[in-house]
């Protein structure tokens, strides 16, 4: 049963980190730590922070002690590319490419101190840990009220709206309106040859 920590979106490159992360892979905790705090790289201090909160999470959720760990594995993956532009001759811009990634830490038990005893307890606790995330949420009062709405809408059948007597003598009055034949205006030939009849008689 490993006890892993993430560290999500570090505005380091993923080439860069897996070359700290070969140093203390398979190494005991203090081994581990020791060798992160030799480095004087900002990547290698939140490396062991990193490495400093699985321990805190195997020592508080599953009772282990950090002198019987060691460091299992270390996955990094590339995370989200931040794209900016620098300014260059001639009106030009190249691209700078902000690469960030993901780093999971995984601790287990050494060889050594491992026991059936102690796997079960582990995975006992791990399975509860699992079953209070996975607790339904309570709906809000807002959202039920909509769902009764929505029921009730389904089990009425449905009416069209009643019409009141303004709006009916509104109707027909439009439709009178409608029914009346449009004038048209007489157009410039139209008068232009009305005015030659004239002139001829």
Do not use: W
């Amino acid at each position: 049963m490993s006890v892993t920590a993430k560290l999500k979106f570090l505005r380091v490159s993923p080439f860069k980190v897996r070359k700290y992360a070969q140093l203390f892979k398979g190494k005991p905790i203090e081994e581990a730590k020791a060798i992160l705090a030799y480095y004087p790289s900002p990547t290698c201090e939140s490396i062991l922070k990193l490495l400093n909160s699985a321990v805190a999470n195997a020592e508080n959720n599953f009772d282990m002690d950090s002198e019987t760990m060691f460091v299992r594995n270390v996955l990094v993956d590339g995370g989200p590319t931040y794209k900016r532009m620098r300014a260059r001759a001639r009106g030009r811009g190249n691209q700078i490419l902000k690469r960030t990634c993901h780093v999971i830490i995984e601790l287990d038990l050494q060889d050594k101190f491992k026991t059936k005893a102690a796997e079960a307890e582990m995975e006992a606790k791990a399975a509860k840990l699992k079953h209070r995330a996975a607790k339904p949420v309570k709906a809000d009062a807002k959202t039920e009220k909509a769902e009764k709405h929505a029921a009730k809408a389904k089990a009425s059948p449905e009416t069209k709206p009643k019409r009141s007597a303004a709006t009916a003598d509104k109707a027909a009055i439009t439709g009178a309106e409608a029914e009346k034949p449009k004038r048209s205006r007489p157009t410039k030939k139209a008068v232009e040859s009305g005015e030659d009849a004239k002139r001829e008689e």
